[in-house]
């Protein structure tokens, strides 16, 4: 499985961007994916992830400004990210996760072993 990530880069606060993900190796319909932001000196932490089935999950300092989507025919993920604020500021991931799993455990990046290079965003204020 290779993800490969795009679309980051710098935007004033209340800007958008939106990241994509391309995937290779692997069949969506059995897998779930989400995206995760990692910040200079903190943990990696989750921001949305989706399971084949459409269900997905935000993180709680993302709900209402990001929106995570998967187009089937592209293998692609996407993260519409509105609304962007300087704490929005960190390495964004793409990752897989070759099973379904349950809405709650989407966004443990523990739960995933597929993971693409990253993609930086900064929000200026």
């Known amino acids: 499985v290779q993800l490969v990530e795009s679309g980051g880069g710098s935007v004033q606060a209340g800007g958008s961007l939106r990241l994509s993900c391309v995937g290779f190796g692997y069949t969506y319909s059995s897998y779930c994916m989400g995206w995760f932001r990692q910040a200079p000196g903190k943990e990696r932490e989750g921001v949305a992830g989706?399971?084949?089935?459409?269900?997905?999950k935000y993180a709680d300092s993302v709900k209402g400004r990001f929106t995570i989507s998967h187009d089937n025919a592209k293998n692609t993920l996407y993260l519409q990210m509105n609304s962007l604020k300087p704490e929005d500021t960190a390495k964004y991931y793409c990752a897989a996760h070759k099973y379904s799993l349950a809405q709650p455990r989407l966004l443990n990046y523990w739960e995933f072993g597929y993971w693409g290079q990253g993609t930086q965003v900064t929000v200026s204020s």
């Open positions: 989706i399971d084949s089935d459409g269900s997905t």
